[in-house]
C-alpha cells in the first residue's frame, strides 16, 4: 500500500450518498486524487507515503465551497459595517465606478491575496467570484493553489463602461485563463443581475454562452423586488420567462440569493436543472425590510435543485467564515418560519457537495470517495468546545469555524499544515494589504482606523458615482412601476 499523503484514525465526515462517518477512518490520496477511504488499521501509521498525517482528535471532511462571492474590496472589511444601505449603495456603487474604469488595481490586487489568504486557512478550497476585473484574482487563486471559478461583471445599467469593451475583456478572461493552473482556475459568464441589465445585454451574454458551451453563467437573480419589475421592462413576464427567452435558463445557470422565487419559480428552477448559491449573512446583516420574502432553500433542494452556500461580499458583513453562512441560514429559516427546518446534515452537504454540484464540478469534488480530487480539510475536535464529540454534522454547522480548520489540502498539494500557510507568505500579504489601504484614504475622503470608518460626504460619493447607466436603471425601473400601476 503506497500513497503521497496518508491521513490515518480521523473522524472522517465523507458527504458521500450515505453520508458515511467513519470514527476511525484512513485516507488515502495519491496523484492529486483520492485513492481510499475505510477504517482505520493498525499499521496504518506505518504506510509507505511520503506525508502520513495522524488525525487522532481530527476530522477530516471535504475543503468547503463559497458559491457565490465578490473579492475584489476585501480590504475594505470593517469599512461599511455601521452604515445606513443608503451610503453603502452609494459607496459602494462610486468605487466598483471607479474599478470598472481601471482604478485603484492596487487594491483590488491586494484584496485577492488577503481572500486568499483567508479562505486557505479557514478550509475554503473553492470560490466562485464575480468581480469587475478578475485576472489577478484567477493568478493569485491559482498560484495560492486553491480552485476557483471567476469572471468579469456584465452590466448596462450599472456603470457607463461601453459594452462592447466589456466583452471584450471577457473574451480576453476566458481565453487567458479558462482551465489554467492545472484546470483549478475556471472561467464564467456574468450578466450582473436582472434588475441592472438589458434585454440587449442578456442576449449578448447568451451569445457568448454559445461561443463558451463549457462555460457557467453565474447571476444575481430574484434578488430583489425591482428583479420582475426589470424583467418586464425587459418585454418578458418575469426573470425566469427573460433569461428563457434568450436561452440561458439551463444548467450552466448559478444563481444567487432567489430571494423572491415562488412556487413556478421552483419548479421552473428544477426542470431547467440550474442551481442556487444561497448566501444568508449577507441579507441578515442589510435586511432592506422586515416582510422581505426569505429565499426558499427547503422547497428549493425539495425539487432537486442544487443549492450551495456563499459568503457573498464578505467585507459588508465582516466575516470569512463560511461555515457560519450554515448555522446562519438555519437560524434565519427558522425565524422566519418555524424550527427543523434544515438537519445538520442537509447544511454540512450544502457548504460541500451541494456547492460542488451547483458549480458542475460536484463529480470532481465536494465529498470524500475513491477517484474524487484531494479536496480535503482537517480541523481539530481535541478541543473543549467540541466536547463531548457527539453529532459531528452539527458541529460543522453549528460550532465550527475557519480557526478550527488545521490543514486545507487542494488537488492533492498541501497548502496548509498544522496551522502554516505553505503557498503564501502570510506576513508579506499583510503588509501589502496595510499598504494598499493606507493609499487608497489618501487618494480618497475615506477615513478608516481602528476606531472605525467614516466615509466620503455624500457630494463626493455623487462626483464619483457612474451618471447615465444608473440613471437609465432608475428610469426604466419608474417607467415600468407606472405602467404596472396603470396598465392600458
Known sequence: MTADIAIHDAFVLTVDAQNRLYERGTVLIEDGAITEVRTSRGDDANTAADCIIDGAGKLVMPGLVNAHTHLELTPMVGAFSDLSMAELMGNMTAIYGEIADGEYDYLTGAGYEL????????????????????????????????????????????????????????????????ETYNGRIRATINPHDDWSCTRTLWERAADLADEYPDLLVHTHLLELEESNTMARSNGAKDSLDLLDDVGLLDERLV?????????????????????????????????????????????????????????????????????????????????????????????????????????????????????????????????PKFTPVTNIPAHVANNAVPGDVTTTIVDGEILLRDGDVRTMDADAVRDRVQTAIERFKSETDWDLDSGGSDPPGAMSVARDLPKRGPAQLLGRLAFQSIKDTFPL
Open 115 to 178: 481572500a486568499a489568504l483567508n479562505f486557505l486557512a479557514g478550509g475554503v478550497t473553492t470560490v466562485n467570484s464575480q468581480d469587475v476585473r478578475p485576472s489577478a484574482g484567477a493568478e493569485t487563486f491559482g498560484e495560492a493553489g486553491l480552485r476557483g471559478f471567476f469572471g468579469p461583471a456584465l452590466s448596462d445599467l450599472f456603470w457607463d463602461v461601453p459594452v462592447d469593451e466589456q466583452f471584450d475583456r471577457a473574451r480576453e478572461f476566458i481565453d487567458e485563463y479558462h
Open 255 to 383: 444563481a444567487a440569493h432567489y430571494r423572491m422565487a415562488d412556487d413556478q419559480d421552483i419548479r421552473r428552477t428544477a426542470d431547467a436543472g440550474a442551481a442556487v448559491a444561497h448566501c444568508p449573512s449577507i441579507f441578515c446583516y442589510w435586511n432592506p425590510g422586515p416582510d422581505v420574502q426569505w429565499t426558499p432553500v427547503p422547497e428549493l433542494r425539495a425539487a432537486g435543485v442544487d443549492v450551495g452556500l456563499g459568503i457573498d461580499d464578505h467585507y459588508w458583513h465582516d466575516s470569512y467564515n463560511l461555515f457560519g453562512e450554515a448555522r446562519q441560514a438555519r437560524l434565519a429559516a427558522n425565524l422566519k418560519r418555524s424550527a427543523g427546518q434544515f438537519h445538520s446534515m442537509e447544511l454540512v452537504r450544502m457548504l460541500t457537495i451541494e456547492g460542488a454540484r451547483a458549480l458542475g464540478v460536484g463529480d470532481k469534488i465536494g465529498s470524500i470517495e475513491p477517484g474524487k480530487r484531494a479536496d480535503v480539510i482537517l480541523l481539530n475536535l481535541d478541543q
